[in-house]
């Protein structure tokens, strides 16, 4: 099992604002990955990282930017928030070498207005 | 082309019988499967997985089937339980590689007294 944090859990933002989506995971774990889920529907792959200085587009196009400067940090930035940019972020994690399952973290519901 | 399918939107089972979830996929490629449960605005909680050598996997009260030739795979959950209510997603990966992991669209499962 993996704890994976992410903040804010909530996010009200205007239009145009800059934001930051923080994630970090305390067990070692070299994979990260960002989804984005909108309400009912399926979880689509935006980023993913296989270890620090490795940073990788996801299946889904997204105006987000990651970085991974060290292994246990993943934040995600948007440098111009949309009201498109509304859903649920989640930050998950997975050991290589281990069982393929990735853990999540709780997640982040971001509303642009 | 969305390659791992949850046909029910929702299913609806009396607390103590069985609850079978399906997912169907179209990538034969895919070599493990996953899956989740996932309360609204938390993140997703890893259930159990299965890797495409074996045909079942037990665990407690959940158990995954696999079967190749059709591409299909399901959850069963016996006895349901009302903590069981929740949206389930099935996920499909490759071993090799990023593990990048594709989800289906989720089934809502409501477990009733």
């Known amino acids: 099992e993996a704890d994976i944090y992410q903040t804010p859990r909530y996010l009200v933002i205007g239009t145009g604002k800059k934001i930051t989506l923080e994630c970090s995971q305390t067990?070692?774990?070299?994979?990260m990955y960002w989804y984005q889920q909108d309400p009912g529907m399926e979880l689509h792959l935006i980023h993913y990282?296989?270890?620090?200085?490795?940073?990788e587009k996801g299946d889904l196009s997204s105006e987000s930017t990651v970085s991974r400067i060290r292994t246990e940090h993943f934040p995600l930035t948007l440098e111009s928030a949309r009201p498109s940019h509304t859903s649920q972020y989640l930050c998950?994690?997975?050991?290589?070498?281990?069982?393929?399952?990735?853990?999540f973290g709780p997640g982040t519901r971001l509303l642009v207005l | 082309d969305q390659q791992v399918k949850q046909n029910s939107p929702s299913l609806s089972v009396q607390e103590g019988r069985i609850s079978i979830l399906n997912c169907d996929y179209t990538?034969?490629?895919?070599?493990?499967f996953l899956w989740y449960k996932k309360y609204p605005a938390e993140g997703p909680t890893f259930l159990i997985s299965?890797?495409?050598?074996?045909d079942k996997n037990e665990d407690g009260r959940f158990t995954v089937f696999l079967n190749k030739s059709a591409k299909h795979l399901s959850l069963h959950i016996v006895p349901s339980q009302p903590g069981d209510s929740a949206v389930y997603f099935c996920?499909?990966?490759?071993?090799?590689?990023?593990?990048?992991?594709?989800f289906g669209q989720g089934t809502r499962l409501t477990i009733n007294p």
């Open positions: 998950a994690s997975r050991q290589i070498g281990q069982q393929e399952t990735q853990y």
């Open positions: 067990m070692g774990h070299d994979k």
């Open positions: 990282s296989y270890g620090v200085n490795s940073t």
């Open positions: 990538n034969s490629m895919f070599d493990y």
């Open positions: 299965i890797s495409s050598i074996k």
């Open positions: 996920a499909a990966g490759i071993i090799q590689g990023a593990q990048k992991l594709v």
